[in-house]
């Protein structure tokens, strides 16, 4: 029996029932089957295959024998049409026959480079497998695949499974689910060194980045640039290495708060502290540099578990890190970002994939620095912002850009003016309304691994199109949203392709009927590529600048009616903890459309089932019904809705409908009065 130097870092559930299984001895191979699979040893030479219970279904095989030494080699035979995804977060790349992944630390930030590389692949003919190993190596899916490691042992974990979110799953199951970020993770991040004099107690200016302070002065310099140029926002991260330090944490967190942000630290030496920078000065959240996580896979996963367990155990909150470094199961504690990038075109185009291919891993919370830490100009700042916000976490890195255009030193959204200052706070309003879409999709991610933002294959794997890299410029935002980034300095965008199906135009309300490839799609600057796929129900709370700024007792649902669909909506207290002992609720929404009249539809409001602290307990539903069908009469539980005559009439109302056919192709707008959502509610369109 080989040691296991991995222990139990990576592998942290495995089966607790014992596998039925049984042997026989069939001449040239001894065969281990159990109800599911069957396993084949050849004897001369030794090597395996596994296939299906019938012992007949090829799912893998070696086409020669494991190879020991300084490297330990498998090497398999690849289907005809096999495809190969996973290896955690492989810059540039989602889908990998007929390449090469290292799983290295190789400190390439930029195209090619694999930053956070996990240990798992998963191949279209329904298996995974997962080495339980800290050795670097590469996979190789070419004519042989040929999968590497730096070391003398062999110990991998496979599961088959007919899908590849059951894959997802599977994987996972054994080395952890996603963690679930705090609400107001969502937000927009702002990360910085603003105080360069801290440790040394007097200011003292900086090269990097033109502030002269203490950590106190992030609250002018920054915060209250936010609330002056009317940005929705979330959470900044003052560093307190490469000389900053900080000075008056605490009173610095709570100045902070109450203009809207979290508070966490970005930190060059370690975690030491982070017991009183928790449960005392009340940072929440921990984002780990390459300085001192670097090491090795091993140094960095603990550096991010200390980290993760150091808010947890000092507070009520959720942990929260960011890391680079990171290795099979970081996804369980921290996002995965791609290291210290340079902002242009070519980033915004390989971004794209490697945030696909990572979610194709499990790693739900991968990003990029907007426009990256270094470079960038004001097109491309605004064309990556514009995509990034229909991801799950993002932030914006500053201070080394030198962007010479007017002293601009920085990457907050408002520094290059207009017109990118208004549609860059656009697409940060778009994000802090759709927090419930993505937060329901993070959820999901926490209990399945599948990721929020997904490759088009998750969700339409017969579809040869989907497969590979004709679609590795899109993905969608869990099944409702398709997004295109435009990555060229070009006002339109190429070779969209819409799988099956009915997908509308947010911006148009045009219709599109899928399999088909859109060419030259017109995408002004202000106008990133969106499509919603026909049946839809999308949850979105009312504007505000950041998570907590008012109540969420009115929800806007927007609904893109077709056929019988539904939608099923996560919520819990979004800061805590109390979510893991059963403190959340879900709550249902469908919507039938008459096969006869399509005049006619149905809508029903479903009571919450399970509860929270506190849980709406009343609420007002904004419906933002998509149809150019105007109705005769609108019924609420039976009682008749008023007709209103316009938008103000209609929001000053305390229930009651208006149409407008003049805006994205036709919106019905219906206005509940407040109800309980301890009930049902039926609203009837006819």
């Known amino acids: 029996m080989f040691s296991n130097p991995a222990g139990n870092d990576l592998i942290i559930h495995t089966p ?8 026989e001895d069939k001449g040239d191979y001894y065969l281990m089957h159990t109800p599911d699979l069957s396993l084949r040893a050849y004897k001369h030479p030794l090597r395996f295959a596994l296939y299906k219970a019938d012992n007949r279904t090829l799912v893998w095989e070696e086409t020669r024998g494991i190879t020991y030494g300084k490297q330990t080699i498998q090497y398999l035979r690849r289907g005809k049409e096999e495809q190969f995804y996973g290896g955690g977060m492989q810059n540039g790349r989602f889908s990998h026959r007929g390449d090469t992944i290292k799983l290295t630390i190789d400190y390439n930030w930029e195209d090619s480079g694999n930053p956070n590389p996990a240990t798992f692949y998963m191949s279209t003919r329904g298996y995974g497998a997962v080495r339980n190993t800290y050795a670097p190596g590469y996979y190789s899916f070419q004519d042989t695949v040929k ?18 979110k059951g894959l997802l799953n599977d994987y996972t199951d054994l080395t952890g689910k996603p963690f679930m970020v705090p609400e107001w993770g969502l937000g927009m991040g702002d990360s910085n060194c603003y105080n360069r004099g801290a440790k040394s107690g007097k200011t003292n200016g900086s090269t990097s980045t033109g502030y002269d302070g203490l950590t106190p002065s992030v609250i002018h310099l920054i915060a209250d640039k936010y609330i002056q140029e009317d940005m929705p926002r979330g959470w900044i991260i003052p560093n307190d290495g490469y000389g900053c330090g900080y000075t008056h944490l605490d009173s610095v967190v709570r100045s902070l708060k109450e203009r809207g942000f979290y508070t966490g630290l970005w930190t060059e030496n370690g975690v030491a502290k982070i017991a009183r920078e928790v449960g005392k000065d009340g940072s929440r959240l921990c984002k780990l540099d390459v300085a001192w996580v670097g090491p090795g896979f091993h140094f960095a996963m603990n550096a991010a578990r200390t980290a993760y367990a150091g808010i947890e155990d000092n507070s009520n909150a959720r942990g929260f890190v960011w890391m680079v470094c990171g290795w099979t199961g970081a996804q369980r504690y921290s996002v995965l970002w791609t290291g210290d990038n340079t902002g242009s075109w070519n980033y915004i185009r390989w971004q794209i994939p490697t945030v696909i291919g990572s979610g194709l891993s499990a790693q739900n919370y991968a990003t990029g620095d907007v426009d990256g830490i270094f470079g960038g100009s004001d097109s491309t700042y605004t064309r990556d912002l514009e995509w990034k916000c229909f991801t799950p ?3 914006a890195m500053s201070g080394w850009a030198y962007n010479n255009k007017n002293g601009i030193k920085d990457k907050q959204p408002w520094l290059f003016g207009e017109p990118f200052t208004g549609i860059n706070r656009k697409y940060l309003q778009i994000k802090e309304r ?11 991610a926490s209990q399945t691994g599948v990721p929020a933002v997904r490759a088009l294959v998750l969700e339409y794997p017969h579809d040869t199109v989907t497969w590979g890299k004709t679609v590795q410029y899109e993905y969608l935002l869990g099944k409702a949203l398709l997004v295109a980034p435009v990555y060229e300095p070009k006002s339109y965008r190429d070779s969209i392709y819409l799988p099956a199906g009915e997908w509308i135009d947010y911006w148009s309300g045009t219709a599109y009927k899928g399999d088909t490839m859109l060419m030259h799609y017109p995408a002004p600057l202000d106008k990133l590529p969106l499509f919603v796929r026909g049946g839809s129900i999308i949850p979105m709370y009312q504007p505000m600048m950041y998570n907590w700024e008012r109540p969420i007792d009115t929800l806007t649902l927007a609904i893109y009616p077709q056929g019988h669909t539904s939608y099923t909506m996560y919520e819990d207290d979004g800061v805590t903890r109390a979510y893991q002992q059963g403190a959340y609720a879900f709550t249902r929404f469908e919507v039938s459309v008459s096969k006869v009249n399509p005049r006619q539809i149905s809508i029903q409001l479903h ?16 419906l933002e019904i998509h149809t150019a069908c105007k109705p005769r009469t609108i019924h609420m539980n039976g009682v008749l809705l008023k007709r209103q005559k316009d938008d103000k009439t209609f929001m000053q109302a305390t229930s009651g409908w208006y149409d407008d056919p003049d ?20 609203v009837e369109i006819r």
């Open 663 to 682: 805006t994205q192709g036709g919106i019905l707008h219906v206005k509940t009065a407040k109800l309980s959502t301890d009930h049902t509610t039926i």
């Open 147 to 164: 999968l590497v490691h730096n070391e003398s042992r062999f110990d991998c974990y496979y599961f088959v499974n007919p899908t590849l």
């Open 16 to 23: 607790d029932v014992p596998v039925e299984l049984t042997t």
């Open 393 to 395: 976490v993002f932030m």
């Open 607 to 622: 009571a919450a089932r399970g509860d929270y602290q506190g849980r709406e307990k009343q609420r007002v539903y904004l």
């Open 434 to 444: 759709l927090t419930p879409y993505m937060y329901t999709l993070c959820h999901e």
